[in-house]
């Protein structure tokens, strides 16, 4: 199996802990020689120190709770605090949640968190200089940011999802290039950047124009029309949305028909954008044949 191959298998696998494929994508960063993989890579691994560094698939609106105590012992827990009653210096640091850490850390908060939010404290300095104006006659005793479970796990599919895109079109270019030297430059540095920036940083673009190794052979043979129907069969049998496999059944016949078109490689693109949004579901299933639709890129 190649390196890239290797990559792909343990970005799939949901058993493989992100920060071992992140440590693979490292040594490929080295290979590629490209300063720009190699930090996004770093910064997952060890964490981010700067929240305006941060990806904005680790950025995401929260809104925060709070205890509230008033006269005569009365009190409010875990009251609701609208953001329109904090001062507006203060409403961005309170309505958001920046992911600062490592991938590693974000994996074990979310395996140890026992309920579907995790919480962040307000610092006691800002409670005690905006409590009181909360709620009218009460104040504030402690107060946090709450954040949803669910957008943890996103940050980390994201990930994995980004991962896989980037060296699945590192192999479209070079099937090699993993097991080249380090610095070697397997495929050319303004490709890998656009790869870079298309998959990892930006949105799914279609890189086919312009590609100077893009080729498409006119197949359509018995043996693929087999790998497009096991496919589609193997999609059907999830356990996933009507809707979803409605969706991915339709990319997978467009594929099927424009097998023998230099557009096939816009479809498998285009195919690759739906799995990576649901990895979880449809990675396991479709898996064993993205070796064989590769082929077909070439």
């Known amino acids: 199996m190649s390196f890239l191959r290797e990559i792909q298998e343990s970005a799939i696998n949901s058993k493989i802990d992100l920060a071992t494929l992140l440590r693979k994508c490292k040594v490929l960063a080295a290979r590629l020689g490209n300063p720009e993989f190699k930090n996004w890579v770093e910064n997952e691994l060890n964490g981010y120190k700067d929240k305006n560094e941060v990806p904005s698939y680790r950025k995401f609106n929260v809104y925060s709770k709070g205890h509230f105590f008033g006269p005569f012992q009365s009190g409010i827990k875990f009251a609701d605090i609208p953001m329109a009653c904090i001062p507006e210096e203060f409403r961005e640091k309170l309505s958001h949640c920046w992911l600062l850490e490592s991938v590693a850390a974000l994996e074990a908060l979310v395996s140890d968190s026992k309920g579907g939010t995790l919480q962040e404290q307000w610092s006691p300095d800002l409670v005690a200089h905006v409590g009181q104006d909360i709620y009218q006659d009460f104040n504030c005793a402690q107060a946090w940011k709450v ?135 449809l990675g396991p299933v479709v898996a064993p044949y993205l070796p064989a639709l590769l082929t077909l890129l070439k």
């Open 147 to 281: 954040i949803p479970k669910t957008a943890i796990i996103a940050a980390i599919d994201a990930v994995r999802n980004k991962i896989l895109n980037f060296v699945l079109e590192i192999e479209t270019e070079n099937p090699d290039a993993g097991e080249a030297a380090i610095k070697a430059n397997p495929v050319p540095q303004e490709k890998v950047q656009h790869i870079f920036n298309t998959y990892v940083t930006g949105s799914v673009q279609n890189l086919a124009t312009g590609s100077s190794n893009f080729s498409q052979e006119a197949v359509n043979n018995p043996e693929h029309n087999k790998l497009f129907e096991e496919l589609l069969a193997a999609v059907k049998n999830t356990p996933a949305e009507n809707s979803l496999i409605q969706k991915v059944s339709v990319s997978i016949e467009d594929m099927q028909k424009n097998q023998n078109n230099p557009s096939f490689k816009d479809r498998y693109c285009s195919f690759m954008a739906i799995l990576s949004d649901h990895m979880q579901v």
